[in-house]
C-alpha cells in the first residue's frame, strides 16, 4: 500500500483566549480547537470535512498546510512536516479558503497568474497550456483582464481555484469553497472539480455546510465536533445512522386533502390548497419508487422532487446521538 | 529572483497607472521632503552651530539621514502593517506560497511616491558636499559612497523590528514607530546635542546615529562627542549587519509565535 497523502496521529490544538476581567485583570482560558484528531487520506480520494461553526475545521486544515504548529500530535502532508517543509509542500498543495483571498486585489486574474507561475517557477513552455486549460474549464476568458476587486463572488472563488491549481498539486484543499454562491456558480464548479479529479487524479479535502457538494464531490466524510472525529465513513452510512429523512415534494394533477397512511412516510406539509404534499421518508424503511408506486394509486403525480438531508441536521442529529450515547446505555 | 521581479513589477506598475495621481503623490512626497529640510534651516537663521556642527554640515547630515530612511521607507516601510497583513489573511498566504514570509511581504509592496523625498534629499546632499570641507582621499570617497547604502540598510532593518514587534503587540504600531519614524528623526540631527543617555540609545540599541551623524563625523575629521567616538563612523556597515542580525532573528521569532510555536 502507498503511502496516505494526509496523516494525522492524535492532532491536537489549542488557542489561548484572554478577555478582559476588570481593570487589569484578564482572564486566560485555553480553547481546545481540534482535541486527538487521526485521520489518513488516500492518495486520489476524495474526501467531505464537515461540522458546525467553530468545530475545528479551518484549524485542523492550517495544521495540514503549514500556517499553523499543532500543539501535540503529528501531521504529514504528502510526506512532510507542514511547517518544518513549509516551502517544498507550497508546491505540492493547493489551498483556497473561501473566505480568505489568496490573490492580488488589484490585479487581474491573468498577472495574478503570471506571477504565480514565477513564484512556483513553472516552465515557461508548459505553464500557458495549463492556464489555458483552467481558463477554459471555469470559464474565466470574459474577465480574466478585470482587477480581482471587481468581480463577483462566484467569479473570484473560480478565480482563486485555477490559482491554487496553476503548479498543478497532487492535493487540493478547499476550505467552504462554495460558501455564498449562487446555485449556478456551485454547479460549475462541482463539475470543474469532478473533472479535474478524473483528468489529473487530484486529491480533494474539502470542507463545506452544502449536502450537494458533500454528494456529488466525495465518496467519504470525516465529521468533527469541538475538535473530535465524531464520524468517518460514507454519507449513506451517516444518513442511516442518525436516521435522517430525505423529503419527497410531489405535485399532484387534482388537489387531495389527505394521501393517508404511505406505509414508511410521514407528511410533512400540504401546500397549496392540497396540490403540493411533502413526504418524508427514512431511505432505509422504503425507497422512492415504492412510495411512488403507492401515490399512483391514490391520485394523479404530475412532478416531483426529492430533497436531500439537510447537512445541518444530519450533523445536528449525530451531535445528539453522541451525547446521548454516554449517558444512557443503548437497550 | 525573477519571482520577486515580477511581484514587484505589478506593484509598480500599479502605482503608476494613473500617471496624474501618481504625479500628485509625488509632489506631496517632495513637499514633506521640504518641510523637514526647512525646519533644519530655521534652527540655523537662529543660531550658527548646532552641536559642532555648521549649517553646510548639518543640511550634508539632513541629506544622508533622509537619503537612506526614504529610500528604506520606500521599499520596506509597508511592512510595519503587519496586523493589516494578518489580518486580511495575506499572511497566510504568504505561507502557502514557496517562497520565504519575509522576502514575500517586502515585495508585495513599494510606495514610489516616496521618490519625492528620496530626491529633494538628494539635491541637498548634491548642493551641501562641496559646501563641506572634506579631505578627499580613497577611504573618504568610499564612505561618501557606501554611507547612503548603508543608511537605508540600517533603517530598512528597523522597519523590520518594527514589524516583528507586532506578531506579539497587535496594537502595538505606535509604539513600533518609535524605532523607525523616531530614529529617522533623530538621525536628522546631531548626535551630540541630546543628552548621553539618549545619545546612546539612538547609537547602540536603535542604531540611528550610525546611519548618518558617524560617517559625517569621519567626513568632516571632527571628534565625536561622549560615548560616540569618532572612529565608529567606519562601523556603519558593522552596525548595519548587526541590526539586520537582530531583525531576522526578531522576524523568525514573530513569525514563530504566529504559527503557535513558541505561544
Ligand atoms: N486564532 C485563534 N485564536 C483563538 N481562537 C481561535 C483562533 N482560531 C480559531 N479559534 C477557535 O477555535 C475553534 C475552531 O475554529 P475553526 O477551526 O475556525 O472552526 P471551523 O472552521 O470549523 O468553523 C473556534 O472555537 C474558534 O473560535
Ligand atoms: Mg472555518
Known amino acids: 500500500m502507498t503511502e496516505p497523502i494526509i496523516s494525522v496521529r492524535d492532532l491536537r490544538r489549542e488557542f489561548v483566549v484572554r478577555s478582559p476581567a476588570g481593570r487589569l485583570r484578564r482572564t486566560r ?49 504528502c510526506g512532510l512536516e507542514p511547517i518544518r517543509r513549509r516551502r517544498e509542500l507550497a508546491r505540492q498543495i493547493g489551498v483556497v479558503f473561501g473566505q480568505r483571498s489568496q490573490l492580488w486585489w488589484d490585479l487581474p486574474l491573468r498577472e495574478s497568474f ?53 503548479h498543478s498539486p497532487p492535493l487540493l484543499i478547499l476550505d467552504e469553497p462554495t460558501i455564498g454562491l449562487d446555485v449556478l456558480s456551485k454547479e460549475r464548479l462541482r463539475v470543474f472539480l469532478a473533472e479535474q479529479r478524473a483528468l489529473h487524479g487530484t486529491t480533494l479535502l474539502l470542507t463545506t455546510h452544502d449536502m450537494d457538494d458533500v ?5 467519504r466524510i470525516i465529521v468533527v465536533d469541538h475538535g473530535r472525529c465524531v464520524y468517518d465513513g460514507t454519507l449513506t452510512g451517516l444518513v442511516a445512522r442518525v436516521g435522517a429523512e430525505r423529503v419527497m415534494a410531489v405535485d399532484l394533477a387534482e388537489p387531495v386533502t389527505s394521501l393517508g397512511e404511505i406505509s414508511g412516510t410521514r407528511t410533512v406539509a400540504v401546500e397549496s390548497d392540497g396540490l403540493r404534499h411533502r413526504l418524508a421518508f427514512a431511505p432505509e424503511r422504503t425507497t422512492a419508487g415504492a412510495i411512488l408506486e403507492a401515490l399512483g394509486r391514490r391520485a394523479q403525480v404530475r412532478d416531483l422532487a426529492i430533497e436531500e438531508p439537510d447537512i445541518e441536521d444530519v450533523v445536528r442529529r449525530l451531535y445528539l446521538s453522541q451525547t446521548r450515547t454516554p449517558r444512557s446505555p443503548s437497550p | 529572483m525573477r519571482a520577486y521581479r515580477v511581484l514587484l513589477g505589478s506593484r509598480m506598475r500599479s502605482q503608476t497607472a494613473y500617471r496624474r495621481s501618481f504625479a500628485f503623490d509625488i509632489l506631496g512626497s517632495v513637499g514633506i521632503g521640504v518641510v523637514e529640510f526647512a525646519e533644519v534651516y530655521i534652527i540655523f537663521t537662529n543660531v550658527d552651530v548646532l552641536g559642532e556642527l555648521d549649517f553646510a554640515a548639518a543640511a550634508l547630515l539632513f541629506a544622508l539621514a533622509n537619503v537612506g530612511f526614504s529610500v528604506a521607507d520606500m521599499v520596506v516601510g509597508h511592512v510595519d502593517r503587519l496586523p493589516a497583513y ?178
Open chain 1, 114 to 166: 503570471r506571477t504565480l507561475a514565477a513564484i512556483h517557477r513553472l516552465p515557461t513552455a508548459s505553464w500557458p497550456a495549463r492556464r489555458d486549460e483552467l481558463v477554459e474549464r471555469l470559464d474565466l476568458g470574459s474577465f480574466m483582464d478585470t482587477p480581482v476587486r471587481q468581480l463577483s463572488l462566484g467569479q473570484r472563488i473560480r478565480g482563486e481555484i485555477a490559482a491554487a491549481l496553476l
Open chain 2, 86 to 263: 494578518l489580518r486580511e489573511g495575506t499572511l497566510d498566504a504568504f505561507l502557502l506560497r514557496p517562497l520565504p514570509v519575509l522576502a514575500q511581504l517586502i515585495t508585495s509592496d513599494i510606495s514610489l511616491r516616496r521618490l519625492g523625498r528620496t530626491g529633494v534629499a538628494t539635491a541637498v546632499f548634491a548642493v551641501a558636499l562641496p559646501l563641506n570641507d572634506i579631505v578627499w582621499t580613497p577611504a573618504t570617497v568610499t564612505l561618501v559612497v557606501v554611507a547612503p547604502v548603508t543608511a537605508a540598510a540600517i533603517f530598512a532593518a528597523l522597519f523590520v523590528c518594527a514589524a516583528a514587534i507586532q506578531f506579539w503587540l497587535v496594537e502595538g504600531g505606535e509604539f513600533a514607530n518609535a524605532f523607525t519614524y523616531g530614529g529617522a528623526y533623530a538621525s536628522e540631527y546631531p548626535a551630540s546635542i541630546y543628552s548621553l543617555p539618549m545619545r546612546l540609545l539612538f547609537s547602540f540599541v536603535v542604531p540611528a546615529a550610525f546611519a548618518a551623524y558617524l560617517p559625517l563625523l569621519v567626513l568632516l575629521d571632527l571628534p565625536g562627542p561622549a560615548g560616540l567616538p569618532q572612529w565608529l563612523g567606519w562601523c556603519t556597515p558593522l552596525a548595519a549587519a548587526v541590526i539586520w542580525a537582530v531583525a531576522l532573528a526578531g522576524w523568525r521569532a514573530g513569525l514563530r509565535h504566529y504559527t503557535g510555536a513558541g505561544s
Open chain 1, 215 to 219: 454528494q456529488r464531490l466525495t465518496e
Open chain 1, 29 to 77: 482560558t485555553v480553547v481546545a480547537a481540534v482535541d486527538g484528531l487521526s485521520f489518513d487520506l488516500e492518495a486520489g480520494s476524495a474526501v467531505g470535512y464537515i461540522g458546525a461553526n467553530g468545530a475545528g475545521k479551518s484549524t485542523t486544515i492550517k495544521m495540514l498546510t503549514g500556517i499553523l504548529v499543532p500543539t501535540a500530535g503529528t501531521v504529514r502532508t
